[in-house]
């Protein structure tokens, strides 16, 4: 089995300081993707290089103290691709493609943080921006290899993904253009890039247990008020090798859950 873990941090100094290396030792992953690290090189040199035991691999934001993604790993990769080749969201390093090619197989482990849009006007346009490019380079990176991309997605998909989403349709998150772009993302047919969300082929009925994060505000944690924004997104063959799924909801490094899907594979 592979394990394959993602987790958002709100900062990987400050899910240091709450036990992060010694969950992800007992967790056992073979893989974990993180997002929002908010680190920099210089912050992860004689600290953060390792976790765990596993190796440590960074995209890092240009701007202190924001975004950046990480994949820790068991296995050493043939490859590392950072970016996803466009010049406004690579300086924020939202993405990371490790590459475990073998002449049978190409495959790819991603972590992805995609933009949020709910500060205002100008982050929510950044990110239809960032949704209307990354669409078309996950359907050309379909044609040439499989992949399991772990994100932070910021966008809860159906209703069934946040508890209270008649209150939220017109909030970043739950808008209807987010919601048919993850649609297309998913479909099959000609239009769309025909990807799969793991959890949902999982667990297709969830609702309560399928949230991921909840507001800082009120009691949104203490009443399961979620939302779910968590995602493994995988090509068809590698989605279908999934077996089972745990999101650690008890978990608390940051305002997001690990969740953690078992693969029927090895590296």
Not at 175 to 185: F, I, N, S, Y
């Amino acid at each position: 089995m592979f394990k394959l873990t993602s987790l958002n941090l709100n900062g990987l100094r400050s899910a240091s300081t709450k036990g992060v290396a010694d969950w992800v030792a007992e967790a056992a992953p073979d893989c974990i993707c993180m997002q929002e690290i908010r680190v920099q090189a210089s912050d992860v040199q004689g600290r953060f290089e390792k976790m765990a035991g596993l190796q440590g691999h960074f995209h890092f934001a240009e701007k202190k103290g924001y975004a950046g993604t990480a994949i820790y790993t068991k296995h050493e990769p043939t490859d590392i691709v950072i970016g996803w080749g466009n010049t406004e969201f690579d300086a924020e390093g939202r993405y990371l493609e490790l590459r475990f090619d073998t002449p049978a197989r190409k495959l790819s482990i991603i972590s992805c943080y995609f933009p949020s849009g709910s500060s205002g006007e100008e982050r929510q346009a950044a990110k239809f921006r960032f949704l209307e490019g990354f669409m078309p380079y996950l359907v050309e990176l379909k044609r040439t290899r499989e992949f399991i991309l772990c994100g932070d997605i910021n966008i809860a998909h159906k209703e069934a993904d946040l508890k209270n989403w008649k209150g939220n349709l017109k909030n970043s998150g739950f808008l209807p253009e987010e919601r048919a772009w993850m649609t297309r993302l998913l479909d099959a047919g000609a239009e769309g890039a025909g990807l799969v969300d793991v959890y949902r082929h999982l667990q297709p009925d969830t609702t309560d247990a399928c949230y991921t994060w909840w507001s800082n505000r009120g009691q949104a944690y203490a009443k399961n008020v979620g939302w779910r924004l968590d995602y493994h997104l995988a090509t068809p063959a590698m989605a279908h090798l999934a077996r089972s799924e745990h999101i650690f909801k008890t978990i608390k490094f940051s305002d997001h859950a690990p969740i953690t899907i078992d693969y029927d594979f090895t590296l």
